[in-house]
């Protein structure tokens, strides 16, 4: 039994344009529809997304969602939104993109089931190598007029851009490729509707075009509006570039840290896009979060869903033990549990000295590693006077002058963190 998509989508926010008749054609029974995906990395970032959200929200109202790597197309590269042209890719990096692209998406997508709407990985590499250009020439291009590519807007706005190097034919011809993989899509797959981010329209009606004029069928297009923030910084890029899926790249710690620090605006607006919580639950939640949003019960909310979803339900809970290294109340030994990764990305920043491993045997003086070796605090005396007061601590303990910091106190078997007061940190590295 097919649930009604367009309307899920639509409360959510996530429907920029629809096709006129595409909300009957999903509710006659069940279909099938793709999400392109560009293969140039191994991990997808959280700029994928949302067209992962939207063929999962696809396939549970009882549809068949087909997730398209674009080893051809990542060839290639896509015009849309771009000022310069991508770097192209061999046959092995495809291949090993697609693999480890495949894994992440499992997490959201049902590919093992026997059921009939089991998802479905394809690459256009795979009808696109043996296709000769003049057989492209002639079976494709020879349907669609060049006054009808050019007027596509990510075509016009790169040509009346002051980009020296222009558009060239290759990816001119981008939005000609992915049209045929719908049209492939559609007579081998049945497949009747392709999504994307709202820039993809162009490249989308084009399959339509090419279905209608050699498929004699009828293709649809939805897609879904580009995220923004509320500041007007780009969604999913921090300082340190994009927000990758792959813990790798991103560590669970600084995923999760990600969603905590979105502002309350778009919280509200994450929320419906990117989990899986009814309507209800999310209003409940809304309501909630004005009455107190001191709280910020939106923001921990989705940072749980999310960084359970897309890592686990452990590296949630060891993202709120490391946050609360910083933030809140922790011990020595949840310090310790910390991986070298997650404790360098919660103390990143944070003031460094190097000491060679022969000090601390028998034992490093806490003058020394605070002043005298270290330079954290201004000098032996301002040392002293802090150790006296209690201010002082190793490792989240409180420690005296006495002290003497050795190779049980590593963490990681590398680093010591000293503290002075509630805010003050500084990060020994044992070499």
């Not at 897609?223 to 300082?239: H, Q, R, S, V």
């Amino acid at each position: 039994m097919t649930k009604n998509f367009v309307q899920e989508l639509q409360w959510r926010g996530m429907v920029h344009d629809i096709m006129p008749g595409a909300e009957e054609h999903l509710m006659e029974g069940m279909q099938a529809a793709y999400v392109g995906i560009d293969p140039t990395a191994d991990s997808l970032h959280i700029g994928h997304l949302v067209s992962v959200m939207m063929l999962r929200h696809f396939q549970l109202a009882g549809h068949k969602p087909f997730a398209l790597v674009g080893g051809a197309t990542g060839m290639i590269g896509d015009p849309s939104g771009k000022s310069a042209e991508r770097n192209l890719l061999d046959e092995k990096t495809l291949r090993h993109n697609q693999e480890a692209i495949k894994e992440q998406l499992s997490r959201f997508l049902d590919f093992e089931s026997d059921t009939e709407n089991a998802a479905v990985l394809v690459n256009n590499y795979d009808w696109m190598k043996d296709f000769s250009f003049l057989d492209f020439i002639r079976d494709v291009g020879k349907h669609i007029t060049v006054n009808y590519m050019m007027a596509k807007d990510s075509v016009k706005k790169r040509l009346s851009s002051d980009a020296k190097e222009g558009m060239s034919f290759t990816e001119f011809t981008y939005q000609l490729v992915q049209g045929y993989d719908f049209l492939y899509l559609f007579q081998n797959h049945n497949c009747t509707l392709q999504m994307g981010g709202s820039d993809q329209w162009g490249n989308i009606t084009t399959g339509t075009e090419l279905i209608r004029r050699i498929g004699g069928g009828k293709g649809f297009a939805l897609t879904c509006p580009l995220i923004t923030k509320a500041d007007g910084a780009k969604f999913g890029k921090t300082e340190g570039g994009n927000v990758w899926l792959d813990a790798e790249r991103t560590s669970p710690y600084k995923f999760y840290q990600y969603w905590l620090n979105t502002s309350d605006e778009d919280a509200e607006k994450y929320i419906k896009i990117f989990t899986f919580l009814s309507q209800t639950e999310i209003e409940g939640l809304v309501v909630a979060h004005k009455e107190e949003p001191h709280r910020r019960a939106l923001q921990k909310r989705l940072a749980e869903e999310i960084t359970t979803m897309v890592h686990s339900k452990a590296d949630l809970e060891n993202a709120i033990k490391a946050s609360n290294i910083l933030f809140g109340k922790s011990t020595s030994e949840d310090l310790k549990q910390l991986d070298e990764k997650t404790f360098l990305d919660v103390f990143e920043g944070v003031p460094q000295a190097h000491v060679s491993k022969s000090e601390l045997s028998p034992g490093l003086d806490m003058i020394g590693a605070l002043a005298a070796k270290t330079g954290f605090l201004g000098s032996n005396g301002e040392a002293r006077r802090e150790l006296k007061q209690n201010s002082i601590s190793v490792n989240k303990q409180k420690v005296k002058e006495d002290y003497l910091i050795s190779e049980t106190d590593l963490v990681n078997n590398k680093f010591v963190l000293l503290q002075r007061g509630k805010k003050n940190y500084f990060v020994l590295v044992v070499d």
